[in-house]
């Protein structure tokens, strides 16, 4: 009686619990920071447009309001749309269309309040406010009867017919606000909102967490997909997030070798080991026990690697900004010197170190291939010590990288360096260190003088050179597979060393042994030749070009197969007929050896002899390292150091019981058999077609492979022969899972599609799931078998029901909660409540590539986009999560996972084409199980009392451990 009393005498009141409502927003746009919390409860009774246009007056003033809001913006945004393309062509690109529409619907706004008598102030009276109001009014599509007393409520609630309020009601801007969960909830002003979804934003959190806090459903901004926390979720557990993990990681193994640079990348120590790089990390490794260190202080793709002659120090430089070279020492694998920051571009291409160990020459990979002499021994005022540059000079312009190979001459302080090019640009550089100011008389940075070699006209390429030991001459390969013999900058000397009268092979390396008296050449064919020296003749030719079975049998290791195409594919019956396409290997299997090094014979003795053998160590293209020597009876022996994929490496699946084994696959077509324990491939086998992914039945006894033109092989593990094909899909298979029972088998495609094989059957194709919008990048089984979650490129998460064939759309139709990590076991999705805070600041939603939690469920390791490998806790379900974070891909890491045992993590790069063994150590408590154990003891009262002497009698029952008694002690006094 009293609001109808009120109402018709046109008073205003406050128990209006919708004009308080309006009084809220009001205060919003006004600036105030956030509405009062009621206004959160008071919007929950608000009801969206009917569609019957004729509205009763029993509408709140709110609903009403809403209505009029709405509409107006409806209105004035579809007028504005239309006067868009009056705006001058500089405006329109100056700003957003939805920007400068808005900017017009208020103008429209403004020019009729001006219309109406705002031209001094932006306030109207009530009869023309009235009539500024109808005037929209009429064109409101959601129009209803607005009577006087309406008017009069809107006119006081704008401040007196303020229009510039108005037109800011009309344009309200959802707010925004924060709960104790860490969430925040986007409240819209006018309608209703979106009840119980809030988005992930914040990990902060109180000290108590109530189930209050936390919402039904949630929508994070990396997921399209609405995800909502378990029926028994601990909310405690949500702080694990914000720990950093207590496990760690540390690099063990890097199994792959750069082989594609066109400068050496093979360096011999000091104390007989080599040093080669792979991705960000240089690897110094023992040639006889293969035991590697690593210097792993590179943020990107390290370009080239030097050594110095004596094989104590090293530099490397690296690519990407910034750029700069690092001296370090070999022994300690400390740096002493970062070099070249803002004065190399790109990266750096070459580097040398000179005899007297004082001075650095680099190559940048600017237009001109910048050259530039760095003083190491400089010092600054303090005495600090600062490396500067003396000397600087332009190789010649070109793209980058162009730099074959870059030298000093032996034997001198340091006077005299050569430097080579792409198109046999070869040039010799006289270095005075005692001149200054040569080439700039306000700098001491002198210019260095050249002088260029000329090579034959037939000579195209210079591949390879090298110094001979005593400085007297220099050697260069050639593109037709001659050896050019230079003393000073000319040619002295030609030696016939590869190719033959039909063809021309390339020599693409050379090397001289440490006395002098022997020359190695490599060539593009594969093929090791011995030559004496200065005589050039013929001693001895190795024969490198092995394949895999042939490596295998000579080395005596692992054992090798391949699998030959098949001609016709008879398809499957019942299956969707696919297009078959030809697809060739994306990566040639390039023989070519890269670098040569002849060790020092002094320095290894082999069997019971004491006579030491001249060994080689050869690194092609393909990644390999192979150790050669000739044994007592002259026989050839090989050995093999290093051998890893040459291609891209995406498909990575341990082993499902056997400790520390895992299967790689890559785009080289290679499918390799892993120890971590032993550090070396155990089988390998030629694929017929380039591979994306791999996966390892339950029983260990198949192994299935999906190839990069939508082929699916199975491979028995014994002889790792292809027993099975199928080719249903088109495009690339991204995603292969079996299932916990070894039932189905999972196989996600870049057709958006996944195909469910049932194995029971002779891995019969059995029916096709559809629904993604986007090609599928991960695939989970749940624990039970009968469902399978999948994750796509547009972000959305979808769930199946295997058995039944059909979608899961709704939670009542789940067998199991699927939000609950418990559900899909060592989870591999990386979309998920689980999993929501694992993603870095400003994600695009594809920078995670692959996801695995441990045998333990409480760490999950993560590979991503930007060259790292992360730990978290598990479940990680805040924003901003703590991490570790763990750098040696210098690409993106396309897989990662736990061997089984958790031993250990394999990773595999990218374009780096490396993978990488990392010692899981798992920081477990020495106490958690006798803290466990006490929480099942009978005498659980001894608790209760904190008796010491009553807890170091139940101690006894683990069996009298030092632990125990100490844990004991230490519970008994807090």
């Known amino acids: 009686n009293e609001r109808k009393r009120a109402q018709k005498a046109g008073e205003l009141t406050e128990d209006d619990p919708s004009y308080q409502e309006v009084k809220d927003i009001v205060s919003h746009c006004r600036g105030a920071d956030m509405p009062p919390p009621a206004v959160m409860a008071l919007l929950d009774d608000l009801l969206p447009p009917p569609k019957d246009p004729e509205i009763t007056k029993e509408l709140s003033f709110k609903r009403k309001i809403s209505k009029l809001m709405l509409g107006l913006r409806h209105i004035l945004e579809k007028n504005a749309e239309k006067q868009v393309k009056y705006v001058p062509f500089n405006q329109r690109c100056n700003m957003h269309t939805k920007d400068l529409e808005c900017i017009l619907a208020r103008r429209a706004l403004a ?62 801007e959802p707010y ?80 792959g070798c750069l082989g594609k640079t066109i400068c050496p990348n093979l360096y011999e120590t000091h104390d007989g080991r080599v040093v080669f790089t792979a991705a960000a990390v240089a690897v110094v490794q023992s040639v006889e026990s293969g035991a590697q260190q690593f210097y792993n202080n590179h943020t990107d793709d390290i370009t080239c690697l030097t050594v110095h002659y004596k094989g104590k120090i090293a530099a490397t430089g690296q690519m990407g900004k910034p750029c700069y070279a690092l001296v370090w020492d070999i022994d300690t694998l400390e740096t002493m010197y970062r070099i070249g920051d803002g004065y190399f571009e790109r990266m750096v291409e070459c580097l040398a170190i000179s005899p007297n160990e004082r001075y650095l020459v680099g190559v940048g990979g600017d237009n001109n291939q910048s050259l530039g002499v760095f003083d190491l021994h400089a010092k600054d005022e303090a005495g600090n010590p600062c490396p500067t540059m003396v000397c600087e000079n332009q190789f010649t312009p070109g793209v980058p990288p162009m730099m074959t190979f870059l030298e000093w001459k032996p034997g001198l302080p340091g006077v005299t360096f050569v430097g080579i090019a792409k198109g046999k640009l070869l040039k010799f550089f006289d270095f005075e260190p005692d001149k200054e100011g040569a080439g700039d008389e306000n700098s001491g940075v002198q210019m260095l003088t050249d002088r260029k070699g000329i090579a034959p006209r037939d000579v195209r390429e210079l591949p390879c050179a090298a110094w001979a030991m005593d400085g007297s001459c220099l050697l260069t390969g050639t593109d037709s597979g001659d050896v050019l013999i230079w003393t000073g900058i000319a040619i002295t000397a030609t030696i016939k060393a590869h190719g033959g009268l039909k063809q021309s092979i390339a020599c693409t ?269 991960h695939i989970d089984f749940s624990a039970d078998s009968r469902m399978l979650a999948s994750n796509c490129g547009a972000s959305e998460i979808l769930y199946w029901d295997v058995p039944n064939k059909t979608q899961l759309r709704a939670r009542a139709e789940m067998p199991q909660d699927p939000n609950d990590p418990r559900t899909w076991g060592r989870m591999t999705c990386v979309l998920g409540f689980p999993v929501m805070g694992i993603w870095p600041d400003f994600s695009d939603g594809t920078d995670v590539n692959a996801l695995h939690v441990n045998q333990e469920g409480d760490i999950c390791v993560t590979a991503d986009d930007f060259g790292e490998v ?38 595999c790069g990218s374009a780096d084409l490396t993978v990488m063994q990392w010692k899981f150590t798992y920081d477990v408590d020495v106490l958690k199980p006798i803290k466990n154990a006490m929480k099942l003891f009978s005498g659980v009262n001894a608790f209760k009392t904190a008796s010491k002497g009553a807890l170091r009698k139940e101690a006894q029952v683990l069996k009298g451990s030092s632990a125990a008694s100490k844990f004991m002690k230490g519970y008994g006094e807090e």
């Open 176 to 255: 925004i606000e924060r709960n104790a969960f860490g969430f925040e909830f986007t409240q819209q002003c006018w309608g209703r909102p979106r009840e119980g979804v809030m988005r992930l934003r914040s990990a902060g959190f109180e000290e108590k967490l109530n189930e209050e806090d936390v919402p039904a459903r949630i929508l994070y901004g990396y997921c399209e997909s609405t995800v909502a926390p378990p029926q028994d979720w601990d909310v405690n557990d949500i702080k694990r997030g914000t720990e950093v993990p207590k496990s760690q990681l540390s690099l063990e193994r890097v199994y």
């Open 870 to 907: 992360k730990l978290f806790n598990f479940p990680c379900v805040t924003e901003d999560a703590a991490f570790r974070a763990y750098r040696g891909h210098s690409s993106f890491v396309n897989n990662v996972a736990f061997v089984n045992g958790d031993s250990h993590v394999i990773s």
């Open 111 to 172: 020019t009729m309040a001006y219309s109406q008598g705002a031209q001094e102030s932006s306030n109207l009276p009530l009869p023309e406010f009235a009539t500024f109001i109808r005037a929209f009014w009429g064109e409101n599509p959601h129009r209803f009867p607005l009577d006087d007393i309406d008017t009069r409520y809107l006119w006081q609630v704008c401040d007196a017919g303020d229009t510039a309020l108005f037109s800011d009601l009309v344009f309200v």
């Open 509 to 777: 390396s050379a090397a001289f042994t440490p006395e002098g008296d022997k020359l190695y050449t490599g060539g593009a064919d594969g093929k090791l030749k011995v030559w004496s020296y200065p005589d050039g003749e013929l001693l001895d030719t190795h024969n490198m070009a092995l394949s895999r079975g042939e490596l295998a049998s000579k080395c005596g290791g692992a054992e090798a197969t391949k699998n030959i195409p098949k001609k016709k594919d008879k398809g499957i019956p019942g299956a969707p007929k696919a297009v078959p396409k030809k697809i060739e290997k994306t990566i040639p299997a390039n023989k070519a050896i890269k670098n040569i090094i002849v060790l020092d014979n002094k320095k290894f003795v082999k069997g019971e002899s004491k006579e030491g053998y001249e060994q080689v160590v050869i690194g092609n293209e393909r990644g390999m390292l192979l150790n050669v020597w000739d044994d007592q009876d002259g026989n050839t022996q090989f050995k093999s150091m290093m051998a890893s994929h040459y291609g891209e490496v995406s498909g990575l699946s341990p082993h499902p019981f056997e400790p520390g084994v895992f299967a790689t696959v890559g785009e080289d077509g290679i499918l390799n058999i892993w120890s971590a324990l032993e550090k070396r491939i155990l089988k390998t086998s030629e694929l017929p077609h380039p591979a994306r992914n791999v996966c390892w039945s339950p029983d260990g006894n198949w192994v299935a492979v999906g190839y990069c033109d939508g082929y699916m092989g199975i491979y028995d593990t014994e002889k790792l022969r292809e027993r099975v094909e199928h080719h249903t899909l088109d495009e690339d298979i991204d995603q292969i899972k079996w299932s916990p029972d070894g039932r189905w088998l999972a196989v996600g495609s870049h057709d958006n599609y996944i195909d469910i094989f049932d194995c029971k059957k002779g891995f019969k194709f059995r029916n096709r799931f559809k629904g993604h919008t986007s090609y599928i990048t």
